[in-house]
């Protein structure tokens, strides 16, 4: 897929936090240190991982988007693919293709087919 417009990549931020039932202690991943990470779901089966940004970034607007459209025309096997990002008020979101506890293996030891991964129609 090309990229070239940030645009392309915005989903609204209701639509992600109706995938993850509210941000829920149910989705919840894990925590990272720049937030925590939920499970989105959609009705078409559809799997995501939601990283909810701390609101005490001092990253500007401008620095986050761009910071979102380099990383996601990043494609590489052993990387994590960016799939979007949400941004309304004080609320960033990054989204990203959701891993399978089974994946780590499957990229370490070389099994991961690129295939295998199954695209996202996240619902705009
Ligand atoms: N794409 C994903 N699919 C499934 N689970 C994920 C995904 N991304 C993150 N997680 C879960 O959320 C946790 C936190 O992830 P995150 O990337 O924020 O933190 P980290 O890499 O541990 O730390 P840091 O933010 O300091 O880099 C992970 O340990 C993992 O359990």
């Not at 078409?44 to 990253?59: F, H, M, N, P, Y």
């Not at 990002?85 to 399978?100: A, K, N, Q, T, V």
């Amino acid at each position: 897929m090309e990229i070239d417009n940030i645009e392309s990549l915005k989903y609204n931020f209701s639509t992600l936090r109706g995938a993850t039932n509210n941000f829920s202690e149910d989705n919840k991943l894990g925590q990272g240190g720049f937030g925590a990470v939920y499970k989105g779901k959609f009705g078409d089966g559809c799997e995501i991982a939601v990283k909810r940004l701390s609101t005490d970034s001092r990253q500007g607007d401008i620095e986050f988007k761009n910071e979102v459209l380099l990383v996601a025309k990043l494609q590489h096997r052993n990387l994590v693919r960016l799939l979007g990002f949400s941004l309304e008020g004080s609320e960033r979101l990054l989204i990203y293709e959701f891993l399978h506890n089974e994946s780590l293996d499957k990229f370490i030891f070389g099994k991961f087919l690129k295939n295998t991964t199954t695209t996202c129609d996240i619902p705009k």
